[in-house]
């Protein structure tokens, strides 16, 4: 998702949030709260993860009404360049438990022609501000070892390894590795 390109333009991180430069010279890049009018370009970022093989072990896309039942409503965006919808990003619960309430999983997809401009991280900064301000003390995420920029912008991000759970499940076929990513909040559950 991270690379190098040219030129610059202007970001809104999350809702509200000031302009930021970002490389690659194609437009305005403003995030946005996902909509259900957005869901076929979700869809479709989702598929083209899927087919990369190293997104998720998933190997089709839920129809809207599962994948909204799943995602939590106020911890998910989607990123606009231009009048293209270049990524999503969104969070779920990771147990019904109470105790739990305040722990969430991560998704960030972007677009295959979006990728390398830095579109992720932004979809990740407005999940980080969206879950703080929801009470969310805790994100964690299950990344494939071979998908190094995701990795990346975790890591940015403040996450940290927590471990790899080794050959966790199978995707095509073959036993996958996952590492367990996290980050605790500053901000929220200190106390």
């Given at each position: 998702m991270e690379g190098a390109s040219t030129g610059s333009e202007r970001v809104e991180t999350s809702p509200g949030r000031g302009g930021e430069t970002l490389p690659g010279g194609s437009g305005i890049l403003e995030i946005t709260p996902l909509l259900p009018k957005h869901w076929p370009w979700v869809r479709a970022i989702y598929l083209e993860g899927i087919l990369t093989g190293n997104a998720t072990f998933a190997t089709e896309a839920p129809g809207w009404a599962k994948w909204d039942a799943d995602h939590l409503p106020d911890c998910r965006f989607v990123?606009?360049?231009?009048?293209?919808?270049?990524?999503?990003?969104?969070?779920?619960?990771?147990?019904?438990?109470?105790?739990?309430?305040?722990?969430a999983?991560?998704?960030?997809?972007?677009?295959?022609?979006?990728?390398?401009?830095?579109?992720?991280?932004?979809?990740?900064?407005?999940?980080?501000?969206?879950?703080?301000?929801?009470?969310?003390?805790?994100?964690?995420?299950?990344?494939?070892?071979?998908?190094?920029?995701?990795?990346?912008?975790?890591?940015?991000?403040?996450?940290?390894?927590?471990?790899?759970?080794?050959?966790?499940?199978?995707?095509d076929g073959a036993w996958r590795d996952v590492v367990l990513l996290e980050r605790r909040s500053r901000v929220v559950g200190v106390k």
């Open positions: 990123a606009h360049l231009g009048d293209q919808v270049a990524g999503w990003s969104a969070l779920s619960s990771v147990s019904g438990r109470c105790v739990y309430a305040g722990v999983e991560v998704s960030v997809y972007v677009a295959e022609d979006a990728r390398g401009r830095g579109v992720g991280t932004h979809l990740l900064d407005a999940l980080l501000h969206a879950s703080e301000s929801h009470g969310i003390w805790t994100l964690q995420a299950g990344v494939f070892p071979e998908n190094e920029a995701s990795l990346a912008i975790h890591a940015a991000a403040g996450f940290r390894v927590v471990g790899v759970r080794e050959r966790l499940g199978q995707r």
